[in-house]
């Protein structure tokens, strides 16, 4: 019989196959077995109700933007799929392969059942918690995305000028006229070394100057050479990163070389 109690479950897969969801997406369906089910408030897991212990699975593994589902890895975490055929998982051996599922009531056009809301391996802690990367995959995160997180920084507030002391009125003294500008420069227009002209991506231009910097140029003085080599090149730190063009990129991440690269 059919699981009819809401919880964490290990067991085994006693069937499974890759086949078609109703929006014609592929999905892996796994016919599973539970032999414990865990309890919580002694911490411990007990054995499951013999009388009750069958469930259904229904994992959609590409959603509808064409990307990987949180099932697709978790099915490759748990099989040791490598996710590139999906002929390879249909003809994976399943069957009697161990597994942790968890079970949760679902609500579709008013009617509620239980269904397996999630999988994972058999050790894996059954209690919830909030699901974190941690420092080196932060560190990954912020490389792979510096370019993005630069151009969106938020800029600092303006921070008021004090009171100036009054002073004794006095005759003003002359004072030279300003040079003009030099030509072929408008005045007020950010300057912008000569680079050579070429084209990149974002990603591209990150990774090339991480991978170039000095040993002692620190992760906070990149990120803020790359600020300005951004601000520099379009005038704007707030600029969307869609208007940044692959010539800018390629600017910006001369600019940042220029100040944080190795001789």
Known sequence: MLI?????????????????SSGGFPQLNLALKATEVYDPETDSWLPANPEADEIYYYGVLIDSKDHETLNAKQVKKITGWDG?????????????????????????NEKTTLQVSWIDEPGASPVRGVRKLDADGVKALQAKYAGVLAS????????????????????????????????????????????????CTA??????????????VTDEELTTAWTAAITSVTGDINTVEEK????????????????????
Do not use: C, H
């Open 203 to 216: 990603d591209e231009a990150w990774a090339a100057v991480s991978s170039l910097k000095r040993d002692n």
């Open 84 to 108: 590139a055929s999906l002929v390879e998982l249909a003809t994976m051996a399943l069957v009697e392969m161990p597994i942790q599922f968890r079970v949760e009531p679902n609500t579709y």
């Open 4 to 20: 009819n109690v809401a919880g964490y479950y290990k067991g085994t897969i006693q069937d499974g196959g890759v086949g078609e």
């Open 244 to 263: 940044i063009t692959p010539e800018n990129w390629f600017q910006i991440k001369e600019l940042v070389l220029a100040k944080t690269a190795k001789v």
């Open 152 to 199: 969106t920084k938020a800029p600092k507030k303006a921070v008021s000028a004090p009171a100036a002391a009054p002073v004794t009125a006095k005759a003003p003294t002359p004072v030279a006229a300003p040079a003009p500008p030099k030509r072929g420069r408008p005045a007020g227009k950010p300057v912008i070394p000569k680079t050579n002209v070429g084209k």
